[in-house]
């Protein structure tokens, strides 16, 4: 066994966790071996300075808050059948059922049960889902189908044919894996499942986002689905409350910030966002049968002369959800040996093995380099702010040199105040990478010819003497997006 | 505390039962999400909302698992859905809100001084490997436990939590270099 496969035993005979053959094994090598001496010394430090935080003191009082949002949850959760169980009545339970009808009998508008629809849907082990996007912006429409399956934790599977294009997936955790038809040049990756509120592919857990940010909620007569099912579906209309939205995020501003203003700005602009949802929950389960949304976003582009609107992007999707908490499957895409199958290739992903990118000049932290695999990748996404999801991609070791120089070169040139940022409409590239990348900043913003540290500053960037952004743009037509960066108005400017 | 006879009160209606758990694990948990989420403030926001999950859940689901890991693995979870949030966010121009460049407090006794080098160097870890490695030594899991949490193999945590130290390792000399700068 060579020096370099000890790593994970070391670690491992460190914090206790060998087997004692295992033990015996990794003693016999350390006795005659100085450099696993010093590896197994680097682990039982790594042991000694994070068990310190064991004895770092805890505020933690959150007794009393919790058990009255569980109380009063609880007073709006229970259905009123389950409460007119005899086993259940008792004095507390009065109260309840009192909360019970004013929330589920209210005198005007039709609340869904949210706290129901929530608990049942978080709790779910697996489901199907299949459905369809459309959308349509200045007359150019596009076709998306989609057939899901999702298991916890995190796990899923499926394919997703735009415009006559398939691609499969296999998502796990944070590692998505992709595979295309014959002939066709898959590229990097399609961020889906996103926190956005807009996904290709819309998860119950996108779904229970939308819950949560509708108005105007009105109770339509129950529908029966699909023949042959045990029971009907609620079918609920609302509409996402953008001004709640926005005014939420005015209020989190720093008013003092020099920015505030030209922030507000922007979010005001969203306010004519209209998002109409139709939603049907199991009568008796709370499971989100199916799902409907209907999307209207202004294009915005800002340029030099200001901020103005070109037209509307419009979206219309359709999602059933099947087969609740049914065993399924999901099969990893690699052969015993470790290697991914044929066909199967890496997309985005944040701890997959990286490309090992060289450290120079400036770097304080020294031996960064080397065999850890997963630290030193670079991702690129391209932000458009079409409400499209964003393609993401990483960066292979010759490409994250490349890149790597230019931001350096970017960084010395001179500063630049930053007066407006991409809208609705227009795009930019996001750069992130795990952080032990010394000399460039963790994550990123180009536009327009600048680069932001975000982390820094949002007001302050650098004006791009490095060719940065040009050179993502070419990877992001090298990697099939040409089109996407076409519809987008801030392109070339 | 006897947990499963909390579960059967909780089930039968008896809410207050609950607060047995709550007081339990609220170290824990706020620690464990503190680690994985660097702000404590948050912490206690998703640890409230852990604890609001795992009753929820006892009402509707039957665990296969220990409470205590169940709970992990809701925290977990919570934690997950909070980094996605935040990617998002730093990349949504105008709401950069949750990144501020709070001035690093300089007169803290030297103990305290290292956990803040310890938790800030943690936060630069990659999320599945900081889980483990937190779990590991933080919360003191095995990494049988730990497995059971992440679901996946007790192979798979030996190998996270050994890449998880060496890349702690190296942040954290950055993270130092930073700091004495």
Redesign the interface.
Known sequence: MKCTDM??L???YA?N?LRLMQREFVEEHLDICPDCRASLA??V???Q??????T?P??????K???S???A??GA?RPIPRLLKP??I?V??IAAIVVSLVLWLPGGGVGIPI?QA???N??LQSYGMRGSTTSAQNGTVSEAAFIWEFV???RSHGTLNIDGVEREFIIL??EQYVRTGDGVQSSGSVVIM???LFDVVPSIRGALRLIDSLKDVEALPTEQLEAGEQFQSLHYRGAVDMDRIIDG?IA???PQSP?YE??VE??DMQRSIKIDIDLWIGEEDYWIRQLKFDAQLPAISSGPQGVEQKGWVSYSTIARYYDFNKPIEIEQPFMPSGELQPGWQRAGG??SPAPTVTMDGES?????EGS????NTISV?L?LYSGRP?PEWELDKAEAEELIARVKQTLVAETVHISS???LGGRGF?V?H???I?GIP??F?VFDGVLVD???S?STGWRDTGGVEEWLMDQARQRGFSEALDTCSNQAR | LNEAQVVAQVR??V??A??GI??QY??P???YL??LTGD?EVA?DL??DT???A???I???QADISFKAWLY?IAT?NA??FH??R??I??I?????E?S?APRVKDHSD??N??LV??EA?L??????RVC??L???E?L??REIAEI??SSEEAV??R???G??????????VL??EE?
């Open positions: 790593e994970e070391l670690s491992a914090n966790e680097d682990y430090w790594v042991r300075s994070l068990t310190s935080l064991k770092a805890v505020e933690a009082d959150i007794t808050a919790t058990m949002k569980i109380g949850e609880e959760k086993a259940l008792g507390p339970l706290a929530h608990a049942a978080s709790a916890e934790p995190e955790g944070d996103s926190d956005s995020q989190a501003l720093d920015e030209a922030t922007a979010l944040t701890s304080t932290g020294g031996d960064v850890d695999v997963g630290s996404r932000l964003d940022y991409p809208t996001g992130e795990a952080g032990n010394v963790r994550w913003m975000t982390s820094i949002t | 039968s209606g809410t207050d609950f607060t709550v007081e609220q170290v948990i706020v620690r503190h680690r404590p206690k640890a409230q604890f609001i999950k009753y929820q859940g009402l509707k689901t693995r979870n997950r859905q996605r949030r990617r998002l730093t990349f121009p105008f709401l950069d809100t990144r460049n103990r305290a290292e956990r310890t938790g943690l630069k870890v990659p999320q599945d490997q490695i937190v590991h030594f933080v003191g095995k990494y992440v679901g030996r190998k939590v050994a890449r130290s060496k890349t702690f390792r190296q942040v954290y000399r950055i270099g930073g700068e």
